[in-house]
């Protein structure tokens, strides 16, 4: 089975930035699609963004224009590089992937989570 592991969070000042990154134990070059969520204090679970096999990506309206995903498929990891940071993007950060997309249910996969907290 594929394993995820985030790392990288951590207390930034309003303004300043992180990057997270996601090691997977497979091969993220296949997986249909790889994606970052966040769950902030009593509120549910939000997808931040996704990033397909193909390299598309897709971001939630709220980073838009600060944050970007990536992956380094030779190094098996995704990234999230997050700029201009908000206080309200505190949140803990999970790894995700869907291995073989809509129409094979079933291989979806999550990390641990990694806590980021903006606070000045």
């Known amino acids: 089975q594929v394993q995820l592991v985030e790392s990288g969070g951590g207390l930034v000042q309003p303004g300043g930035s992180l990057r997270l990154s996601c090691a997977a134990s497979?091969?993220?070059?296949?997986?249909?699609?790889m994606g970052w969520y966040r769950q902030a204090p009593g509120n549910e679970r939000e997808l931040v963004a996704t990033?397909?096999?193909?390299?598309?990506?897709n971001y939630a309206d709220s980073v838009k224009g600060r944050f970007t995903i990536s992956k380094d498929n030779r190094k098996n990891t995704m990234y999230l590089q997050m700029n201009d940071l908000k206080p309200e993007d505190t949140a803990v950060y999970y790894c995700?992937?869907?291995?073989?997309?809509?129409?094979?249910?079933?291989?979806?996969?999550w990390g641990q989570g990694t806590q980021v907290t903006v606070s000045s």
């Open positions: 995700n992937t869907d291995l073989y997309g809509p129409g094979y249910p079933g291989y979806v996969y």
């Open positions: 497979g091969s993220t070059a296949s997986f249909y699609v």
């Open positions: 990033i397909r096999s193909g390299d598309n990506t």
